[in-house]
C-alpha cells in the first residue's frame, strides 16, 4: 500500500546552537539554547509550539518528557528520537504526520549533546550490548574499530581506495570554509589527508569525525501556519525511513535506503537526478558512500567510480555537506543527524552559511544511525524543495 504524502507539510527556522569542542555545559541547556532560538526565529511565544521530537545521548538521566519541565513546555505531542544520525529524518516523518493529524500545529526539532573529555569514549562504551559482547573480548571497541571494518569490507569488496575516501573530506573542508560556525578553518590537502596518521586501518585521522557540543533545530507545519507567522519554508516532497535493513549481509555495504528509494521518489514527484545538492550523514566517508549507492545516484558498488566523476563541491557537481558536514563541522552527538536538514532549509531559503548551490530548488537530505559493530541500523532520507 503506498505511503501517504507530505502535502503542505513545511520545514522552516533552522537554528544552529554554535559547536565547541568542549563544553562544561549541560545538554539541557544546548537544547534550551536551540529551542530559544527557534521562538525567536519563528516570532511565536513558546507556548505556540505544543509538539516537541527530541535527540540527544547526554540528556540522560532525563529524556524528552523532563526536558519539557526544564524547558517550562506544555505539549500535546512529544517523541524522544534515540536514533543517532538518523533522528533527524525520524523526527520530521514523526512531527509531520502529527502535524496532518492535527495532534500538534507546530513541532519543534530539536536534537544536541555536550561533550567533556572522554564523555565520547564514555558514551560509546555503554552503546550498544551486542556490540560489546562481539568486540571486548578482543580488547577492541568504540566506533572507529567498526567503521574501519566497514571500510576495509567495501575497498575489498568494490576496489575503492584511500584517495576516493580522501576526496570527500577534502571537498567538504572546501565548502566548509565558507561556514563561519565550522569547526575546522583550515583547507585540506589530498596530500595532507594522505599523509595523515592512522586510527585504525584503513583510517587515517580525517576520516574520523570530531566529537563536540552543540544543537540544532527547526520546525514543522502547516503551509498555512508558515504563510501566516511570514516565515520563509520548505516543502516536504516526501520522507522514508528503514531500520535493521539487509539483516542477512554478512558485513555491510549497503544500507535500508535501497529497500524503500522508489516510495521516496514517488511521494516527491520526482527522481535523483532533479536534486540540486545532497545533505548525507558523513560520520566516516565510507557511509556517505553507501548513500549515494542506497539513493539510486549510482550502482551498488559503483561508488568509486562515482566518487572519480564528481567535484562534490557547492559550485561543482553533486554538491555533498554543503556546510562541510559533520567531518569538517564537528559531530554535536544526535545533533549530527540534523545538522544536514538544517542546511537544506538553509539553502532552499537563501539563507547559507556554507557553500551555495546556485539556484538550488530540490535537496535530498539523508540519515544514518546506531552503528551496532559490523552495521548502522538505522537509515532514512528526506526531500525538501523550495517553497
Known amino acids: 500500500m503506498p505511503a501517504r ?29 536551540a529551542m530559544a532560538g527557534l521562538i525567536a526565529a519563528a516570532k511565536v511565544p513558546k507556548a505556540r509550539i505544543d509538539g516537541l521530537a527530541v535527540a540527544s545521548f547526554t540528556l540522560s538521566p532525563d529524556t524528552a518528557v523532563g526536558l519539557t519541565q526544564h524547558l517550562g513546555l506544555t505539549l500535546r505531542w512529544l517523541d524522544d528520537v534515540r536514533m543517532g544520525g538518523a533522528s533527524g529524518i525520524v523526527s520530521i516523518r514523526r512531527a509531520a504526520r502529527a502535524v496532518q493529524s492535527g495532534d500538534a500545529e507546530i513541532v519543534a526539532c530539536i536534537a544536541g549533546d555536550t561533550n567533556r573529555t572522554d564523555s565520547f569514549r564514555r558514551n560509546t562504551a555503554s552503546f550498544s550490548q551486542f556490540a560489546q559482547d562481539a568486540v571486548y573480548p578482543y580488547g577492541s571497541g568504540g566506533p572507529n574499530a567498526s567503521f574501519a571494518l566497514l571500510t576495509e569490507h567495501y575497498m575489498r569488496k568494490h576496489g575503492a581506495n584511500c584517495e576516493d575516501f580522501g576526496k570527500l573530506c577534502v571537498a567538504q573542508r572546501s565548502n566548509a570554509l565558507k561556514n563561519p560556525m565550522a569547526l575546522f578553518k583550515k583547507p585540506l590537502t589530498l596530500e595532507e589527508y594522505l599523509n595523515a596518521r592512522l586510527v585504525a586501518d584503513p583510517l587515517r585521522l580525517f576520516d574520523c569525525v570530531m566529537p563536540c557540543a552543540g544543537a540544532e533545530g527547526f520546525l514543522v507545519m502547516s503551509r498555512a501556519t508558515a504563510e501566516t507567522l511570514g516565515l520563509s519554508f520548505v516543502r516536504l516532497l516526501g520522507a522514508i525511513e528503514r531500520h535493521n535493513g539487509f539483516a542477512d549481509d554478512p558485513i555491510q555495504d549497503r544500507g535500508g535506503w535501497a529497500l524503500d528509494r522508489d516510495a521516496l521518489y514517488e511521494q516527491a514527484g520526482i527522481g535523483p537526478r532533479d536534486m540540486d545538492f545532497i545533505e548525507t550523514y558523513d560520520d566516516y566517508p565510507v557511509i556517505n558512500v553507501l548513500q549515494f549507492e542506497g539513493l539510486g545516484f549510482c550502482g551498488h558498488g559503483e561508488g568509486a567510480a562515482f566518487i572519480r566523476a564528481n567535484t562534490f563541491e557547492g559550485a561543482g557537481t553533486f554538491p555533498l555537506n554543503t556546510s562541510g558536514g559533520q567531518l569538517s563541522v564537528g559531530q554535536a552527538g544526535a545533533a549530527g ?34 552503528i551496532n559493530y559490523d552495521r548502522g541500523i538505522c537509515s532514512g532520507a528526506a526531500i525538501l524543495a523550495t517553497a
Open 5 to 33: 504524502g507530505y502535502d503542505d507539510v513545511v520545514l522552516a527556522a533552522p537554528v544552529t546552537v554554535p559547536y565547541v569542542r568542549y563544553s562544561i555545559r549541560s545538554a539541557h541547556w544546548f537544547l534550551g539554547r
Open 337 to 370: 543527524g540534523h545538522l544536514g536538514i538544517v542546511e537544506a532549509i538553509r539553502q532552499l531559503t537563501g539563507q547559507t552559511l556554507g557553500a551555495r548551490v546556485p539556484k538550488a530548488r530540490y535537496g535530498l537530505v539523508s540519515g544514518f544511525g546506531m
